[in-house]
């Protein structure tokens, strides 16, 4: 099968028997498309419910209607109940011998057999997944592929959109997660040729879903597995593991950086585009106190503008949020939110060099633990982050247009 979690937006997930997974027209979507498989009604709706916390969402939801030992009459309306998913679109598989004239409120469509490849495909049209995001099977005369799939598991926006840009331009195919469910998930029902694992994420943390996938069988469990970090102390656990992690990269890290932490194991990468479209054109005589230009320099070196002033854009966009998120945990004396907020701001931050910005959030997370003694240190992240966003609009005047 091919199917995987991929980068925003999220294709489909698929709620099935395990019975049916391999038969018509399960397997039709998962060779068709990008997909993920699940056979209970509860792990549907919390990737929904986790997709749409990420501000991202799934395109379609199909909902095996046939399967029904495992009854799940219902989802659709609990999952229309969802905030955030507002544009999913739902389909019912059916047989002919459901009377037609019934259908559960929240479906869009309800199918029915004769199920064949060009049905599916229609369907995919039908509910708007982009044409991108699902590719005909490969038959016996088909050339061999010519991209290695990658699994990027990474809970903060900014980092993915990273860590994907970069293994884009190494010429890699990269399905996206954003938390250790979803990564176990992911290997469960699709075949990786490598995994980037970050280590601290909500729900399950990295080492914990790299023990689980181990526990897989072999044809999905044995993986390539490289832990990411920006906390030498995470490194280190991970390195110490008997979670089988292959290898360890540190955050932040640069595409040459990346591309040696792979080739161990996908030794045929190389870095896509001309000399020309990966140079740096950043206006000169703007350096300042608030931006590392060295740092912000390793990250722009290899990566095409409009690439990084998009990064730079989302950076922008998303790090408000953050900061939301860890005065509402201070509010709440939410601990372990004020820790994961914090960090992914400390990493997203240190990839651009807004290197004030990174060791407040440092502090933030290492005093997590006492919430009420973090709220000025939030107060000075504002304030430092505002003249980051100043100074990196001033290199990048694009960044919030692209």
């Known amino acids: ?47 929904l419910r986790t997709a749409a916390n990420q501000a991202r969402s ?31 679109k739902i389909v019912m598989l059916q047989d002919e011998l459901t009377t037609r004239s019934t259908r559960e409120p929240g479906i869009d469509f309800v199918v029915f057999e004769p199920w064949r490849p060009e049905r599916v495909e229609q369907i995919l049209r039908q509910v708007g997944v982009s044409g991108d995001s699902y590719t005909r099977p490969m038959t016996e005369t088909s050339p061999p592929r010519d991209k290695r799939d990658v699994l990027l598991v990474e809970d903060d926006v900014v980092n993915r959109r990273v860590a994907t840009t970069m293994l884009e331009l190494l010429g890699l195919r990269v399905g ?12 469960e029902t699709n075949s990786w040729d490598l995994i980037l694992m970050d280590c601290l994420m909500p729900v399950m943390d990295g080492l914990e879903a790299a023990q689980q996938i181990r526990a897989l069988s072999p ?25 089988g992690i292959s290898g360890c990269l540190s955050k932040p890290f640069t595409v040459d950086q990346l591309a040696g932490a792979i080739q161990r194991w996908l030794p ?3 870095l896509r585009g001309t000399a020309d479209e990966q140079q740096q054109t950043e206006p000169a005589g703007l350096a300042d106190d608030v931006i590392d230009d060295e ?62 910005v990174t060791e407040l959030a440092r502090q933030i997370e290492g005093r997590s633990g006492q919430p009420d003694a973090c709220m000025p240190v939030v107060q000075d992240t504002v304030a430092a982050f505002l003249r980051a966003q100043r100074a990196l609009q001033r290199r990048y005047p694009t960044a919030l247009t692209n």
């Open 1 to 47: 099968m091919s199917q995987s979690f991929t980068r925003d937006p999220i294709p489909i997930i698929i709620v099935t028997s395990q019975d049916q997974v391999e038969l018509a027209p399960i397997r039709y979507f998962t060779e068709l498309t990008r997909a993920v498989v699940v056979a209970d009604r509860e792990v549907a709706l919390r990737l």
């Open 268 to 270: 045929d990468i190389q």
């Open 219 to 243: 044809s999905h469990g044995d993986v390539p597995i490289i832990a990411m970090s920006a906390n030498p102390a995470e490194m280190e656990a991970a390195e110490r593991a008997s979670s």
């Open 58 to 88: 799934y395109q379609l939801l199909v909902i095996d209607g046939r399967a029904a030992a495992h009854n799940f009459s219902g989802l659709a309306t609990d999952a229309r109940q969802i905030s955030g998913v507002e544009t999913l």
């Open 295 to 356: 740092v912000l320099s390793r990250l722009s070196d290899r990566l095409p503008a409009d690439r990084m002033a998009r990064l730079v854009g989302t950076f922008l966009t998303e790090s408000p949020k953050l900061m939301d998120r860890m005065t509402a945990a201070i509010e709440q004396k939410d601990v372990e939110e004020l820790r994961l907020a914090s960090h992914s701001l400390k990493g997203s931050s240190s990839f651009l060099g807004a290197t004030e």
């Open 176 to 187: 996206t997660a954003s938390n250790g469910v979803e990564a176990v998930t992911a290997a």
